[in-house]
């Protein structure tokens, strides 16, 4: 899989996201939420993101976002207009933000950073992305627990318990095997780690971090635009 490209570290990306989506709830701005939206897309064409992925990102949370407007625009109290509008538009802004981190790196890359630059429990990283790894495993014993019920005449379906309780007990099984992999590969919980690549972080991407975390709660929450 090629790597993705992203302008600014991950880990600060990472920051910006949830130092902008938290106070984010609170705003009660359109203006900042299409500003958010803009810039995030602005980012988004930069790093060359799959344009289709993003539109079909965009066009599956369409619904929500109406619902959204819709909802309080017709059940709203007070300027029902402007309260329609800031939640509507509030669906696309968590969205964007989001896809500036998850559309830009993949899981590897973030777990990675997150460890380096905001130390992550190592246990936490390795764990997940465990998981994450073990995705397309689950797939594959999804679709054998479906062909050996077929073959004893039963058929289940996705809301049936019993199918969760046998991948339930599959994984329980890897668990085990999972812990003794990674001990056989040196791996002790709460050692110090060596990295085999460095994830460069540059200290002006801090320092815009914080710069763009502050101008948005001064902006949210004193100007307090339209």
């Known amino acids: 899989m090629p790597k993705k490209k ?17 106070p984010l709830s ?11 939206c803009l810039l995030a897309i602005f980012y988004l064409i930069a ?10 990102v ?12 819709w909802s309080f625009l017709v059940f709203g109290t007070g300027d029902r207009w402007h309260t329609a509008w800031i939640y509507g538009t509030r669906v696309y802004a968590y969205l964007l933000l989001g896809m500036t981190v998850t559309m830009t790196t993949s899981v590897k890359e973030l777990l990675f950073s997150l460890e ?3 130390h992550l429990s190592a246990t936490f990283v390795y764990g997940l992305l465990a998981a994450f790894n073990l995705l397309g495993r689950i797939k594959q014993e999804y679709r054998q627990i479906q062909y050996s019920a077929l073959i004893r005449g039963q058929v289940y379906h996705l809301w049936q318990p019993g199918l ?9 099984n890897w668990s085990g095997d999972l812990a003794e992999a990674m001990t056989s590969q040196g ?6 780690r060596t990295q085999m690549q460095h994830d460069p972080l540059p200290v002006w991407q801090w320092g815009l971090a914080v710069i763009l ?10 100007i307090r635009p339209w």
């Open 58 to 69: 965009l066009l599956v949370a369409f619904p929500l976002a109406l619902g959204s407007w």
């Open 164 to 172: 969760y309780l046998r991948i339930i007990l599959t994984a329980l």
């Open 47 to 56: 790093c060359r993101v799959s344009f289709k992925t993003a539109i079909i």
């Open 187 to 192: 791996f002790s919980e709460g050692e110090p």
């Open 6 to 22: 992203h302008l600014l570290n991950t880990a600060v990306m990472t920051v910006i996201m949830l130092g902008i989506g938290l």
């Open 116 to 118: 380096e630059h905001l």
């Open 26 to 36: 609170f705003s009660l701005s359109v203006k900042l939420n299409l500003l958010i």
């Open 213 to 222: 975390i502050l101008s948005y709660c001064w902006a949210a929450f004193i």
